[in-house]
């Protein structure tokens, strides 16, 4: 398997962890004002319950975490705050881009599982935390999530460059 359970899970737990910042981050703009705010706030949600699957296996399995966490941290936050300055179809827009790449992500992780020796525990919660991903990203573009081609084009830039270096960072 070209890509070892520990960088999967590293990956997974950083990328739910910075998806879990970036509706943080649209939340503080946004409040309960916008009408996208209840549908980010129970991404948001399921976002937390990934989160804590995740912190459970990196315990649990000692993986050791990103050592980019604290860059995580400040650069979801930061990304979900300015995509909610835009506005509420922007921010909508910024889950479309990264649910997609999320999407695509968890995907051909299942596929290298499923050929590999396998990890039947973590496979599984790739499956069900990827069918969220695949309802945040719809919910989003059902919302208005289809405007903004060169932010999109430029946000799911960034995710697959965060995927790539938090495998080894």
């Known amino acids: 398997m070209a890509e070892s359970i520990d960088q ?9 962890y910075g998806a879990a910042r970036i509706y943080a981050g649209q939340l503080a703009v946004m409040g309960n004002r916008a009408a996208v705010a209840p549908a980010i706030g129970r991404m948001k949600a399921q976002e937390a319950r ?45 889950t479309v881009a990264v649910e997609t790449e999320i999407d695509r992500h968890y995907q051909a992780q299942r596929d290298a599982l499923a050929s590999g020796s396998g990890d039947p525990e973590l496979a599984a919660h790739i499956a069900d935390f990827q069918a969220d991903e695949v309802e945040h990203r719809d919910t989003a573009s059902e919302m208005g999530g289809t405007g903004f081609p060169v932010m999109s084009a430029l ?15």
């Open 8 to 16: 999967m899970i590293r990956v997974d737990h950083a990328g739910e």
């Open 50 to 94: 990934h989160l804590a699957v995740f912190d459970d296996l990196i315990t649990r399995r000692r993986v050791r975490p990103t050592l980019l966490h604290p860059l995580w941290h400040v650069a979801g936050y930061a990304l979900g705050v300015g995509t909610a300055l835009l506005g509420p179809q922007a921010a909508m827009a910024c």
């Open 155 to 169: 946000i799911r830039a960034g995710c697959r460059a965060a995927i790539a270096v938090t495998k080894r960072i």
